[in-house]
């Protein structure tokens, strides 16, 4: 079992078979789950996309999601945390690299970004929420070297109607955006 949810044992995931697995395992399974990364996980492909609220947290010694040009997190969800993890050297033609949000809140708290690159917005956060309520927390993470080469947000893009954006503790360090700002 790779998701603990109330009554639920947890083992930590290491590979990307097995966070695919796990997202899949969440989003079945109503209600606000976690999951726990362990370790490098090298991604080859993009992962599951998030429909049911969940905490994606980080373990040990220097968890990280590391290169292999594909989309991290998409989530559509009510709540997604990523919190304890470094997300490095993802590609997206498109956007929100590292991690894209629609519709819900969303909660970074120590995470590191860096190298993100993305062909349109957002080199590492894309997020949008088409109603008011839903908001962007960020707290304790560092986003460095974030790149969204054709629009804006090289570190994130906010788009939203109403919420709010809460950014404390966090650097933003030699991000570029070819179009509105790169932090």
Request: hydrophobic residues 35%.
């Amino acid at each position: 079992l790779m998701v603990s949810g109330p009554g639920q044992a947890l083992d930590f995931v290491t590979s990307e078979a097995e966070l695919n697995q796990a997202i899949a395992d969440a989003n079945s399974n109503l209600g606000l789950d976690t999951i726990t990364i362990a370790g490098t996980i090298v991604l080859t492909g993009d992962l599951t996309d998030i429909s049911d609220s969940v905490i994606i947290t980080g373990t040990g010694d220097s968890p990280t999601l590391d290169r292999g040009y594909f989309l991290g997190f998409d989530a559509n969800t009510e709540a997604l945390t990523v919190r304890n993890l470094t997300i490095t050297g993802e590609y997206n033609s498109d956007y929100g690299v590292a991690i894209s949000m629609q519709n819900g809140d969303l909660t970074i708290d120590n995470v590191t970004f860096t190298y993100n690159d993305a062909e349109g917005k957002a080199g590492a956060v894309y997020f949008f929420a088409s109603d008011s309520g839903h908001d962007l927390t960020i707290t304790n993470s560092t986003f460095k070297g974030n790149i969204a080469r054709n629009e804006g947000g090289g570190a994130v893009f906010a788009r939203m109607y109403g919420g709010d954006v809460t950014v404390t503790g966090t650097e933003f360090l030699y991000n570029e955006a070819g179009n509105r700002g790169g932090g």
